[in-house]
């Protein structure tokens, strides 16, 4: 009778939907990772990748028309921007990341009496005769004699180029973003700190 078939209906409506989950938690599993404060996905080609991603992305505000621009554009550098986060395309991975309050690109000064700065991020500054080499990118070491102040840090810019501890002449900052394979994404946030218009670290990394 009717009610039997459309009863019949449902149950398979209902075995597909759970299918079709246990799909997606399969796809996330396998190809979505943590990745610092937001998501890498290892775009796979198959004829169930546009569905899954969907749902994979939905949460995050896409909508189908821009899974189908993603998937068809491809470009590294591509940015789709959704209400609450930036997706990126980046050598066969996309990374989501939520919006951030955009930082000042202007450059700040250090003078030498400075000990602590809040902007553009949270910076000590300290004097040491310690002459002990520290390998951790996040701390810079200088020669405090060689120093002119006021210091200045600022967003890098293409041309930029420094000379990395060890090497015996100078490289483009944009080279060494390449070989230290940093994400396009937070190759806008990278920042330098000079020394009479000199490029003697770049914060973070080198």
């Known amino acids: 009778n009717l009610y039997a078939g459309f009863k019949g209906f449902l149950k398979r409506m209902q075995l597909l939907e759970k299918n079709h989950e246990r799909l997606v938690e399969e796809y996330k599993h396998k190809y979505m990772h943590k990745y610092e404060d937001g ?31 993603i998937l068809s554009t491809r470009t590294s550098g591509k940015n789709w921007i959704t209400a609450t986060h930036r997706i990126m395309y980046d050598r066969k991975r996309l ?11 202007s450059s700040f000064e250090i003078d030498s009496s400075a000990a602590f700065m809040q902007k553009p991020f949270p ?3 300290s004097y040491s005769n310690n002459l002990e080499i520290n390998s951790d990118p996040a701390i810079a070491q200088f020669d405090a004699s060689k ?24 490289k483009k900052i944009s080279d060494i973003l390449i070989d230290l394979k940093v994400p396009l994404h937070f190759k806008s946030e990278v920042w330098v700190l000079l020394s009479n218009e000199e490029i003697l670290w770049l914060v973070g990394y080198k």
Do not use: Y
């Open 147 to 170: 120093l002119k102040f006021p210091l200045k840090i600022r967003p890098w810019q293409k041309g930029d180029r420094m000379i990395p501890l060890g090497m015996p002449g100078s």
């Open 123 to 125: 910076l000590e500054i």
């Open 95 to 105: 990374f989501v990341h939520p919006l951030k309050a955009d930082i000042p690109k």
């Open 39 to 69: 998501w890498q996905i290892l775009l796979e080609n198959s004829e169930d990748t546009a569905c899954l991603l969907f749902d994979v992305l939905e949460p995050f505000g896409i909508n189908s028309n821009q899974i189908e621009r």
